[in-house]
């Protein structure tokens, strides 16, 4: 059974710095490709980051430049690098990803991240 566990969330100021873990179990993790989604209060979910089995990566626009995403797949990890933070990055961030095999999504429970100004 595919679980996905995000771990890094907490609150930070305007500015600051969080790295953003996610692990995953019970998947050919080098084949698929991963993706971090937020949601903001209110607001529905929207893609920030995804890096497939190649290493290409794709962002929103709105954190290009300040977000990074990163795999080891030794270790069944993938990362969101996010610095200089801003308010607007406030929500829960959410690991996902998608069988190589089947397209069935799976996501983690998610992460709160809060960015005070």
């Known amino acids: 059974q595919v679980q996905l566990v995000e771990s890094g969330g907490g609150s930070v100021q305007s500015g600051g710095s969080l790295r953003l873990t996610c692990i995953a179990s019970g998947m050919n993790f080098r084949l698929n490709t991963l993706a971090w989604y937020r949601q903001p209060p209110g607001k529905e979910r929207e893609l920030v980051a995804s890096?497939?089995?190649?290493?290409?990566?794709n962002y929103v626009d709105s954190v290009k430049g300040r977000f990074t995403i990163s795999r080891n797949n030794a270790e069944n990890t993938v990362y969101l690098q996010m610095d200089n933070l801003k308010p607007e990055d406030t929500a829960v961030y959410f690991c996902?990803?998608?069988?190589?095999?089947?397209?069935?999504?799976?996501w983690g429970l998610g992460t709160q991240v809060t960015v005070s100004s």
């Open positions: 996902h990803t998608r069988s190589y095999y089947t397209d069935t999504e799976f």
């Open positions: 890096i497939n089995r190649l290493g290409t990566t």
